[in-house]
């Protein structure tokens, strides 16, 4: 019994080791449609902190981009910042999976255009809200909640998964046509830059902010909060 329970054990082992070996890797068929990896695994490369030359050492690359916020600076980490790509995009489909803490919050953005002019992401990028809805304040506020395009459109429905699992969402531009997807549900289906786009601007926070959402290409940003949060199997399509 003891020599079945070893085996067992070792078995589950190496069933864990090999599914870790498949995240963060593009399969076949993904590489000959034109995905390419944001992110290998093991490091931070191919990304910096918002208005820097490197990431802030509170991004941890284990398996997962990871913010450890156990030490903060104002409403953020310590040592950590928004995380921004190096290189730019336009026409895309954005894929990748994310975590949050219990009472987290935090988001993914895109369209970022780093210029010193703007001192935060948010000044230019739109946002897919990340948050534990149950947990944190946000939560209570129409348009801030998991899934939700931040304080401009709620999600159409909420497929998130409790505090602690994966997500996988789906961010894709394609010239104005915005959809963004979490677990495979369509939740957010818009137009940016038309009539419709300028009245849900001007109804927003972001009223006053002359730049955002007015760059058709730039980064992809994820957010630094102040909370513990996960991200993986980041890869993208130029459209």
């Known amino acids: 019994m003891k020599r079945i329970a070893c085996l067992t054990v070792a078995l589950a082992l190496l069933t864990m080791n090999l599914c870790a070996q498949m995240e963060n890797q593009l ?10 990896l944001l992110f290998d695994g093991s490091t931070t490369k191919g990304w910096r902190t918002y208005g820097k030359k490197t990431a802030g050492s509170a991004w941890k690359s284990d398996g997962a981009l990871h913010l450890d916020a156990s030490k903060k600076s104002g409403y953020q980490s310590s040592g950590g910042g928004d995380l921004v790509t190096d290189q730019e995009f336009t026409n895309f489909e954005l894929k990748l999976e994310w975590k949050i803490s219990k009472g987290g919050n935090s988001g993914i953005l895109f369209l970022v255009k780093e210029d010193p002019k703007y001192k935060e992401t948010w000044n230019t990028g739109p946002e897919m809200q990340v948050l534990d809805n149950d947990g944190h304040e946000d939560g209570k506020i129409k348009k801030h909640r998991a899934g939700d395009l931040y304080d401009l459109i709620s999600s159409s429905s909420e497929p998130v998964k409790p505090v602690g699992e994966w997500n996988e969402v789906t961010i894709r531009l394609n010239h104005g046509k915005l959809d963004l997807y979490m677990n495979g549900v369509n ?5 940016m830059w038309d009539a419709d786009w300028d009245k849900l601007v ?8 002359p730049g955002f959402a007015r760059y058709k290409t730039g980064r992809i940003a994820l957010q630094d909060h102040g909370f513990d949060v996960w991200f993986r199997n980041i890869r993208i399509k130029e459209l």
Do not use: P, R, Y
């Open 27 to 36: 399969t076949a068929q993904e590489k000959s449609e034109g995905w390419k």
């Open 202 to 209: 001007a109804g927003s926070k972001f009223k006053d902010m």
């Open 187 to 191: 939740i957010v289906s818009t137009t």
